[in-house]
């Protein structure tokens, strides 16, 4: 069974940091391609960044490019978001996904783990 359990979203300033962890389970982790979604109230769900199976590709949502940067560690499980000079528009809940999922037709955001909630504010 598959379990994506994403961890450290919290308040911050703007302008500020968070890392975002996701620990995934399952599925054989280096196979698949993992990405970060975020969904704010009465937004849809936006695809944020996506790293391919190994970590050679990259790629970014327009209006996180130069500010976020997902990676990944293979041997634990876990996929990262590193987001740096975090805006109000930032502000969501973010959500790790599988492209071991791919086939499945529910949203990224919400249909396979909890997510974590992101606030930047004064």
């Known amino acids: 069974q598959v379990q994506l359990v994403e961890s450290g979203g919290g308040l911050v300033q703007p302008g500020g940091s968070l890392r975002l962890s996701c620990a995934a389970s399952?599925?054989?982790?280096?196979?698949?391609?993992m990405a970060w979604y975020r969904q704010a109230p009465g937004k849809e769900c936006e695809l944020v960044a996506h790293?391919?199976?190994?970590?050679?590709?990259?790629n970014y949502a327009d209006s996180v490019k130069g500010r976020f940067t997902i990676s990944r560690h293979n041997v634990k499980n876990t996929v990262y978001l590193q987001m740096n000079s975090l805006k109000p528009e930032d502000t969501a809940v973010y959500y790790c996904?599988?492209?071991?999922?791919?086939?499945?037709?529910?949203?990224?955001?919400?249909?396979w783990g909890q997510g974590t909630q992101v606030t930047v504010s004064s």
């Open positions: 996904n599988t492209q071991y999922l791919s086939d499945s037709y529910r949203t990224p955001c919400g249909s």
């Open positions: 790293i391919t199976n190994l970590g050679g590709t990259t």
């Open positions: 399952g599925f054989t982790f280096s196979s698949y391609a």
